[in-house]
């Protein structure tokens, strides 16, 4: 069974940090592009980034607002994606999920989300 | 503000067809594939459309999706109650060098 589950959220004060963590099982992680998606409560769904497979490099996209504040990796030996945080601001007050998508050449097999994990901003 | 548009909100009674629109330009849905999720209040969104128009295993026919120049468009026929939910466009934009979420559309089923 594919399976994600988010840890690490809680709350922040702001300016501070926060490392999220991403456990996937059920498919070989190494093997996918993985992302990062939030929800602010109310609001509407938010694209926070993406981290591709080390076999096409690893490259990292940001969405604008979070780029050089958020820092995306992955660890394949633990199957593991993470969101590190620094620099909080209340805006970034969320539910975060991680998500991946499982391609048999060009159908989409699964796409699968987490439960999410809640980042609250406030002094 | 998204550089995606779609409607706020979007309604219909059982058994009708209703669409739902996205707005965007030749950096975005001019140029990649469009994907469509719902997403029931307190859930995870869940796909219904890739690649424009192909649904995922266990989508019902009910959803379509199609794609024209800048705009895309999600069509739901035989409107059933549980279909309430919100409705979200989602395209790689080349502008932003990311993906990017449509503002979201509440389809309420009267």
Known sequence: EVQLVESGGGLVQPGGSLRLSCAASGFTFSSVYMRWVRQAPGKGLEWVGRIKSKADGETIDYAVPVKARFTISRDDSKNTLYLQMNDLKTEDTAMYYCTTSLWSGEILKVDQWGQGTLVTVSS | QSVLTQPPSASGTPGQRVTISCSGSSSNIGSHYVYWYHQLPGTAP??????????????????????????????????????EANYYCLVWDDSLSGRVFGGGTKLTVL
Do not use: C, H
Request: charged share 25%.
């Open chain 2, 46 to 83: 869940k796909l219904l459309i890739y690649k424009n128009n192909q649904r995922p295993s266990g989508v019902p026919d009910r959803f379509s999706g199609s794609k024209s120049g800048t705009s895309a468009s999600l069509a739901i026929s035989g409107l059933r109650s549980e279909d």
